[in-house]
Nanobody, 122 residues
């Protein structure tokens, strides 16, 4: 049974930081590209960042470049998203996702977590 469990969300003031984690089980983590997505109320799920299997090459959506950093620890089967300089428009439910082998910026991922709420107050 595949499980992706996000943690680390919460309420933070604008300009603050949060570090999200996603613990994976039931998959060979090192065989999966991993991504973070977010969904604000009334909006479609949006790509945030993704990271490749082994080299750790990362891609980001433009609005978070320079503020967010995606990372993975294959030994711990864990994905991270360090979020700095948070803005109210970053408020959303954040989801991690796993896709076999190939990084993608689309929502065509194989497995999804349940999400963790991030709220940034102004």
């Amino acid at each position: 049974q595949v499980q992706l469990v996000e943690s680390g969300g919460g309420l933070v003031q604008a300009g603050g930081s949060l570090n999200l984690s996603c613990a994976a089980s039931g998959i060979t983590f090192s065989e999966y590209a991993m991504g973070w997505f977010r969904q604000a109320p009334g909006k479609e799920r949006q790509f945030v960042a993704a990271i490749s299997l082994i080299t750790g090459s990362a891609v980001y959506t433009g609005s978070v470049k320079g503020r967010f950093t995606i990372a993975r620890d294959n030994a711990k089967n864990t994905l991270y998203l360090q979020m700095n300089s948070l803005k109210p428009e970053d408020t959303a439910v954040y989801y991690c996702a796993a896709r076999l082998r190939v990084v993608s910026t689309s929502t065509l991922y194989d497995y999804w977590g349940q999400g963790t709420q991030v709220t940034v107050s102004s």
